[in-house]
């Protein structure tokens, strides 16, 4: 529709074969960049359902071979990947929330120009964007504050990043008029009512950006899990997949039978648990792909 | 709208004619507190999770021994000890090699191609092919990177895709993560793979802001697709390429350790072993050794510092961009 409207308005358009050849060109481009983006996934899909001698033969290729659910109904089994996803999810909902509480009010605060010692506060914030302790530091400090083994250490930590934190104060800056908050104020309402009950409701653009961020920040993130959690039980769904897909592969001993039969279920077992750990996340994508884009514009704002 | 109503702030703006400085300080304060009481909570984090650690880069300079306190009576100060001891590691001239060469070839391919990228989405004809476009090369940002080194494993393993197809036209088998040649390659190749769509937002967004007379005018010169791509769209996103040119110099050396150290083998740890896993051997596995990793991991963040400031200072110098 919004095609055919704008040919309309502006006429007919002769194109110069110059132009012709560019589009054409730039349309192959991009239509080949796509593929080589979307390939690599929809192989993951195909070698997941095909039969696995089929895969590690190398006849998959572009569509399902002998299709079974086999490599599903095992993952179903797999019991350190559900304790692992329910883990992930108790994480990364504690992490939202928290996240939130602590950025939202700050960002706000940040974009009000009566905050006081703001230029303080605006450099205390920026310093750590372009300068940390590091690794060990952090770890022992960590280790200090009695969280080094705990669900704790994964969560606290990033319950604020300062990017984002920038990110909500250019949104609050540029969106919410300065006049709104003064008619507010003049009908009487303190700072926080201000707040709760005219910026808030305001804010759910930012609020879902800054859900999502720190969502996917955490569903995706190992590191943290891997230095300071000890227990299998409380391993995040990332380090469960670090020891299925990355740890076994180059760790092979035992005759050579047993390794191609290890090779070829663990090997279903893999494109198996790809699909089944990002699946949730490359669903909700599409959808709130906007909210995504809005960040980063957001973000953009300020350069 | 409303009649103004006695509350606390017209009350306060009634009194005092002429307070003093200090009084004065003391209302903004008052009236202001709320929004020191919602920046708190913020404040705290990064003094634990940021300002803390830099404190703690005092052991950097200390013979330090997990467990002993930062400044207390028996601390052992040794000066540049661990940082002399770093410069004359065997280790330290392959650690710097491979962080450079990761960093820097994957920036040559990694910075323009979002901006290629984004220049081509824009003159596309089609809007909405446009924008589903972008919705696919958006995608793979939201793969984990454990899930993208499982992928690279699988498609690059001796019986994966690529060695199955290279078989099939009589190629040998080679299993890719063994090979040291074949680190930087995938590694490079899969960051841009992954990030190179959503890298492009920030410059597409800059491109819709483009003033459409210019495009009719030049049009009117008679200036082709591409000619108007390059003397109007370009220009019009050059500010915001020195800004992200300046940022990606600074964050030049924290390239992806985390990455990389899912993708170490044995067979490639003489180009996998970057600063940054390094430190994280050295300090927190086997015999911790944290006085010397923490002085390794200074001497990267400062190197990162230099850049930064040596990248926004020639911006400055030549252009109007700058952060600060």
Known sequence: MSVKQETKKRGPIKLGTGDKVFYAINGLFLGLMALIVLYPLYFIIIAAISDPDAVLAGKVVLYPVQITMDGFK?????????TGYLNTIIYTVLTVILSLVVTIPAGWALSRKTLPGKKFLMIYFIIPMFFGGGLIPFYNVMSSLGLVGSMWAIILPSVLSVWNLFMTKTFFESSIPDGLIEAAKIDGAGEYRVFTSLVLPLSKAILAVMALYYAIGQWNSYFNAMIFLQEETKYPLQLVLKEILIASENTTGGSGETILEQYRMANQIKYVSVIVSSAPVLCLYPFVQKYFSQGVMIGSLKG | MQKVKNGPDSAALAVQPEPSKARKTWRRLRENHPFLVMVFPAVLAVFLFNYLPIYGVLI???DFMPGDPILGKYTNWIGFNNFTR?????????????????????FVIGFPLPIIISLMLNAMKGKRMSKTLQTIFNGPHFISLVVLVGM??????????????AASLGAERVSYSL???????????SSNWQDFGWSAIIYIAALSNVDPGQHEAAILDGASRFQRVIHVDLPAIMPMISVMLIMSIGGLMGVGYEKALLMQTDGNLEVSELIATYVYKQGLTGVPDQGYATAIGLFNSVINVVLLIIANTTSKKFSENSLW
């Open chain 1, 74 to 82: 095992r993952i179903l089994q797999e019991k350190s990947i559900w």
């Open chain 2, 179 to 189: 090979e040291a040649s074949a680190f930087r390659p995938m590694y490079i190749l």
């Open chain 2, 60 to 62: 950097a300079f200390q």
């Open chain 2, 86 to 106: 770093f410069f004359t590691d065997v280790q330290f001239w392959p650690l710097m090699k491979n962080t450079f060469l990761l960093c820097i070839i994957g």
């Open chain 2, 152 to 165: 690279l494993n699988l498609f690059f393993g001796r019986y994966g895709l690529v060695n199955n197809i």
